[in-house]
């Protein structure tokens, strides 16, 4: 019997014990030993709950029963919980993780202790919920070079966005009802300023490279000023408005951004709507891939977290293999990095538009007669700031890129 141990009784640990007791038999047979939950960590007490016999308030049980093979580390942030996944892996206990601020943070750090200790340290919950893409890109395409990796990773700015399309609504209304619906949180800074995205792509990228791409040196921008007016256009266009999260080779150097981006009727992404998220994989030899599902909730979250348990049950005693070197990537700069841009400008400044960007096309609808939308060529961002600066006044609204 190997014993688990989880760290964190909020939605994502209840969901990891709801998991592992409900499929037991399922999951006993895949781990090929039987899995049981010998502790739960949590600063509270919770009486009547099925499990609360298992509840311990101090960390220090865990570390020191050698019972306890696996640590699932459900808590997130990277202050208690990267201590205690440190010292459970310097005692040899494997860590699985939905903790994708703690990976982006100290990722090749932490897989390194892992196998200095002959244990594990997973993390497929931390990007995409239950969306199977950590795995993949460590074994499956391991075959491949990965040239490409563009995602929808935030299940809440892509409810946003889907609601502002499809009801003409504007931001704060429509970000109003996902609170009120649970899908955003009360301070939801994190998912619409795409901070939440930025850490995402920032592992992906990583494993995609095998070096650290630092988290905080990626370009990131959110939704806040996208309008149902934008939509308008993009509709007119044949196209949507994503949150995305892109990673793409750049000569010897690594692309990495997210940014609000017009998408075609043609990209694999374009369909993905409401809180569902997907990851576009382009490998040279493979191609296109995507992998697609419920990117955030309790019991997807959950269920990937517990595929790792049963990964590091079958591994007991094995360094399973994951190429992140703590070397950092060379990432290539926004300023030099080319792209096409749509923009809204009042009719007045249609021409000044014209003459900035040379070959642009101008888009006029009739419900906005006192303004057009303008979409440029391919022109690297540091020129395409400088002209759009000299619009002046007769600019409207923000710029979105067009892919």
């Keep these: 019997m190997i014993q688990v141990a989880v760290l964190g009784y909020g939605t994502v640990g209840s969901g990891v014990v709801e998991v592992i007791e409900k499929n037991k038999e399922m999951v006993n047979k895949k781990a090929g030993e039987e899995l049981n939950v010998k502790y739960i960590l949590d600063l509270r007490d919770f009486p009547g709950d099925p499990y609360e016999d298992k509840v311990v308030h101090d960390f220090t049980r865990i570390l020191e029963d050698d019972e306890v093979k696996i640590v699932c580390e459900t808590m997130g942030g990277v202050g208690a919980a990267y201590r205690f996944t440190q010292q459970a892996l310097s005692a040899g206990k494997s860590v699985c993780t939905s903790n994708k601020e703690l990976v982006a943070a100290h990722g090749p750090e932490l897989l390194a202790l892992a196998k200095a200790n002959t244990c594990n340290y997973l993390f497929e919950a931390s990007v995409g919920g239950g969306i199977p893409i950590i795995r993949p890109l460590n074994y499956s395409l391991t075959a491949e070079r990965i040239e490409e990796i563009a995602g929808i990773l935030n299940g809440t700015t892509n409810y946003?966005?889907?609601?502002?399309?499809?009801?003409?609504?504007?931001?704060?209304?429509?970000?109003?009802?996902?609170?009120?619906?649970?899908?955003?949180?009360?301070?939801?800074?994190?998912?619409?300023?795409?901070?939440?995205?930025?850490?995402?792509?920032?592992?992906?990228?990583?494993?995609?490279?095998?070096?650290?791409?630092?988290?905080?040196?990626?370009?990131?921008?959110?939704?806040?000023?996208?309008?149902?007016?934008?939509?308008?256009?993009?509709?007119?266009?044949?196209?949507?408005?994503?949150?995305?999260?892109?990673?793409?080779?750049?000569?010897?150097?690594?692309?990495?951004?997210?940014?609000?981006?017009?998408?075609?009727?043609?990209?694999?992404?374009?369909?993905?709507?409401?809180?569902?998220?997907?990851?576009?994989?382009?490998?040279?030899?493979?191609?296109?891939?995507?992998?697609?599902?419920?990117?955030?909730?309790?019991?997807?979250?959950?269920?990937?977290?517990?595929?790792?348990?049963?990964?590091?049950?079958?591994?007991?005693?094995?360094?399973?293999?994951?190429?992140?070197?703590?070397?950092?990537?060379?990432?290539?700069?926004?300023?030099?990095?080319?792209?096409?841009?749509?923009?809204?400008?009042r009719k007045d400044g249609e021409e000044k538009a014209k003459e900035l960007f040379a070959g642009a096309e101008c888009i006029s609808l009739p419900e906005m007669p006192e303004e057009c939308g303008v979409v440029t060529g391919k022109i690297k961002e540091k020129d395409f700031a400088a002209r759009y600066e000299q619009l002046g006044n007769a600019r409207v609204g923000t710029r979105i890129r067009v892919d």
């Design 160 to 345: 946003i966005l889907s609601k502002m399309e499809k009801e003409g609504a504007d931001f704060d209304s429509v970000l109003k009802e996902a609170q009120e619906k649970g899908y955003a949180e009360r301070n939801p800074e994190a998912d619409v300023e795409g901070y939440d995205a930025c850490r995402k792509i920032a592992i992906l990228s990583s494993l995609m490279t095998g070096k650290n791409v630092d988290y905080q040196k990626i370009y990131t921008e959110g939704i806040t000023r996208i309008t149902a007016e934008d939509f308008s256009y993009a509709k007119a266009m044949g196209r949507s408005i994503k949150l995305l999260a892109v990673s793409r080779e750049a000569g010897e150097r690594t692309l990495a951004m997210v940014a609000p981006c017009m998408i075609s009727r043609e990209h694999p992404l374009y369909m993905v709507n409401g809180v569902f998220n997907a990851v576009f994989v382009k490998g040279n030899m493979l191609g296109d891939s995507m992998y697609y599902g419920r990117g955030a909730g309790k019991l997807p979250t959950a269920s990937a977290v517990v595929s790792d348990v049963i990964d590091c049950a079958r591994h007991q005693g094995k360094v399973i293999m994951c190429f992140w070197d703590e070397e950092d990537a060379p990432l290539q700069g926004i300023d030099d990095t080319e792209s096409r841009f749509f923009f809204r400008v």
